[in-house]
């Protein structure tokens, strides 16, 4: 039965619970020499992240370079990472689009592949648009996609999109579609702005998106937290995120936050790939596909050194 504003209405007010909680690896992707994806290495990488501990896997989002990849990537590299064994239930898409066609077939897909949410970006490329246009936009992509079990992840990164996510666009969404809108994953890179989503929205589950905020964040009600160093340190946020509260973490999460704070002092993607692509001794895991560049290579001893001594 599809979703209607009417039927989603009578639920707004309730308290939302997520299918998703603790961290969440916005999974790198893989390119071939040629610039397609390597398939096969990121089905590997996606299992080894789940083995390290991740909760789940935001597949697609900024940290995949996933609006340098074509729709039919998108479709095709979910429907393979489920067939090949990734656990439908453990990925959280990012299914935004500018194109409101296309992020409503990446969103069905998604759900009818059994994935219980998705991440949704704000359309993207015309700046400065009334905020009722942003509210259009998630409501035809939920009005369209019309399944009672979609679950929508709203995904503020403003810095990028240059498009914000304002309070009156989620309020306006939380009563129009009640238990629709499962959460939100902040970005901003600013904790006053999680701290503004914590208190305004406990219904929600908030994501902060660095691990740097993860304990104020956890103590003061987030669902955990979906951050681009989880594909290098996820072991170690999980950890954190199990012994929170217990007097006992105090050194990890310094250990974490200075592994965090290395990767945002080099250009953040691809000092990932070449950290990976060293832990892995795999030199193609250094690729990007353009306009994204790979780390040059002068900055790479910098970056092993800085590593080395958040580390250890």
Aim: charged share 20%.
């Amino acid at each position: 039965m599809a979703v209607t504003t009417a039927e989603a209405s009578r639920t707004a007010g309730r308290r939302q619970y997520s299918p998703f909680s603790g961290v969440l690896v916005p999974a790198l992707t893989p390119f071939n020499a040629d610039l397609s994806v390597d398939r096969a290495a990121l089905l590997d990488f996606c299992r080894w992240q789940l083995a390290e501990g991740a909760n789940g896997l935001a597949i697609f989002g900024t940290t995949s370079e996933a609006n340098s990849l074509s729709l039919a990537e998108r479709l095709s590299l979910l429907e393979e990472l489920i067939d090949k064994g990734i656990p439908a239930d453990r990925l959280m898409p990012g299914t935004g689009a500018c194109s409101l066609p296309e992020a409503v077939e990446l969103t069905r897909q998604a759900v009818k592949a059994g994935a219980p949410g998705v991440l949704l970006l704000p359309p993207f490329y015309y700046k400065n648009m009334p905020q009722e246009g942003i509210y259009a936009y998630y409501a035809e992509v939920i009005e369209r996609v019309g399944e009672n079990g979609l679950k929508v992840y709203l995904y503020h990164i403003p810095q990028m999109s240059g498009v914000a996510i304002t309070p009156e666009v989620i309020g306006r969404l939380v009563a129009a579609y009640g238990p629709v809108i499962a959460g939100l994953k902040d970005s901003s890179g600013s904790w006053e702005s999680t701290a503004g989503f914590l208190k305004e929205f406990p219904e929600l589950a908030i994501f902060p998106a660095s691990e740097r905020f993860l304990l104020q964040g956890l103590a003061a009600g987030a669902a955990g937290c979906i951050s681009a160093t989880a594909n290098f340190q996820v072991g170690n946020i999980r950890r954190l995120i199990d012994t929170a509260g217990s007097g006992a973490e105090a050194p990890l999460n310094e250990r974490v936050s200075k592994i965090r704070a290395v990767f945002e002092s080099f250009p953040l993607i691809p000092s990932l790939k070449a950290a990976i692509a060293e832990r892995l001794g795999k030199e193609g895991w250094r690729r990007t596909r353009p306009p994204m560049v790979p780390l040059a290579e002068a900055q790479r001893p910098a970056l092993a050194q800085a590593l080395a001594a958040a580390t250890n």
